[in-house]
């Protein structure tokens, strides 16, 4: 395996990016995922799941909470201050040319600290089914993950996983608390 330059290497990791990219692209219905989620699977269309926004938690949570219960999942992180959140439109995981530009700054802090493994959090806004909002998280942290990775970024140093709508920053139901929501973060993994 040592005969691969770095560049081929590259190379490969974004013809294989660009692939799984191209082919979600085509997709008529949405896939099921299983990278982070297991069993996750998304449901057929939105529509009414748009709307419903049972057995939600009052209770606003912190930076603070959103570790500490990411580290019931078996992983403690830490938030790194130069590792600047994402947030995407609604319904989406392409990245924006706003998202990119953090992303390249994220990638500078990376390639300055490669050996840090980092953990890339996919979440979204109350809206849909628990299992949609899984299957959209996990999206928005792939894409920011293969982001990542075309800039140079280690793969075997990022994971992902989504919460879906699990730990949102803002309960409020708003529009801006629903953009302030859909978002992926950076951990750096301890």
């Keep these: 395996m040592k005969s691969f ?10 013809l294989l990016a660009a692939t799984i990219l191209l082919a979600a692209g085509c997709a008529k219905k949405p896939a099921a995922t299983t990278t982070a989620v297991p069993d996750t699977t998304v449901s057929q269309d939105m529509g009414q799941d748009m709307l419903q ?3 939600l938690d009052e209770m606003a949570l912190g930076e603070s909470a959103i570790d500490e219960s990411a580290a ?3 992983v403690a992180t830490t938030a790194v201050p130069a590792l600047q959140r994402i947030n995407f439109e609604f319904d989406q995981y392409t990245l924006s040319a706003a998202a ?7 990638a500078a802090y990376m390639a300055a600290n490669p050996e840090q493994r980092i953990r890339i959090e996919g979440y979204c806004d109350e809206r849909g089914s628990d299992e949609y909002n899984l299957a959209l998280g996990q999206r928005r942290a792939l894409a920011a993950k293969n982001f990542l990775v075309s800039l140079g970024i280690d793969p075997l140093f990022l994971s992902v996983i989504s919460y879906g709508e699990e730990l949102p920053l803002d309960h409020s139901g708003s529009e801006e608390a629903y953009a302030l929501n859909r978002r992926a973060e950076f951990k750096a993994e301890r």
């Design 5 to 14: 330059s770095k560049k081929a290497m590259l190379q490969c990791v974004l």
């Design 53 to 55: 926004t049972e057995g």
């Design 100 to 106: 990119q530009e953090l992303l390249v700054s994220n």
């Design 72 to 74: 019931g999942y078996g």
